[in-house]
């Protein structure tokens, strides 16, 4: 293996990967760039192998049994892209700081709920986060532990791709704060935090529009003119004004807004020009959606679901 440069497990093989083969593997594997161990269950350990790989660019332990990731990974110096998605890794060291790389950083774990509704944990981020100035993916914070991991998150000026679950009604203002500086946002999701019964806490997110009108920033420097994908998950007292400007917007997922008839939550989409999809999922609680004459005209899917109310 010693000129080996990737080493890819495959989703089907059975039985998984010996372990003495991935580790007489990785012994020898010094040049590895890399290394994608993703859908192999039985790893619940990432192996100490792997800290040794100092050109690593690439680590997916996606799918994998992985618990914890432990201080080492501080050595991986040239990684790019870490994904640790759908593991049960919930915090991350202070020494992922030393990666001033990395690009992609993608972990979270998949919850099930009742209600045919599911939703993710974040992890709890390291303080400084900031410091990670090259990531593009982010994937998802936690944003339970309060303001100062919101306001993190502005320093990440080359973030493409933002997921933050747990967010308070409190730190909304902070994170509309934040996401002022993302001028290359293209996809984001915000969940909200849970109360003790499993619902999702109201989001205040309407906080954008004050951006708008100050000397220091214009529209045209805002992610308002970026993003592509919005999913909000948790309940709204009103739509978010700045919704109506995301020019670029393609899909937008509103899951358990459950926003009163009289904020009809499609007045902001109407013109937005490149809209193609919608979702809404427990979002409104009027009788009627009125596509008015001369919207939505790009529009091929709609899915509407848990509108209780909706009879036309």
Known sequence: FNH???FITIESMNPPI???LLSKALKSSRLLKVLDLSHEKTLEEIPNEIFNLYHLRHLNLCRTGVKAVPKFIG??????????????????????????????????ENVDFSRESYGFHGIKSPSKLGGLSALQTLDTIDASSGSVTVKEIGTLTQLKRLGISNLRR????????????????????????RNDGGDYEVMDLNHHHQQQHS???????SFLQSLRMLILCGRLEKMPQWIAHLQSLVRID????????????LEPLHHLPNLVTIQF????????????????LKLKDLYLKKLEKLKW
């Open 281 to 296: 999922c427990g979002s409104y609680q009027g009788e009627g959606l009125c596509f008015k004459t001369g919207g939505f």
């Open 4 to 6: 080996l440069r990737s």
């Open 254 to 265: 509103l899951d358990w807004s459950g926003l009163r008839d009289e904020e009809d939550p």
């Open 75 to 108: 050595k991986l110096r040239k990684l790019e892209y870490l994904n640790l998605g759908e593991t049960q890794v919930k915090e991350l060291p202070m020494e992922i700081l030393k990666l001033q790389k990395l690009e992609h950083l993608i972990v979270y």
């Open 18 to 20: 010996s372990r003495a």
């Open 170 to 193: 409190e730190d909304g203002k902070v994170l509309c704060s934040s996401l002022a500086t993302l001028t290359r946002l293209w996809e984001l999701n915000i969940a909200s935090i």
């Open 215 to 221: 000397r220091s920033s214009s529209m045209s420097s």
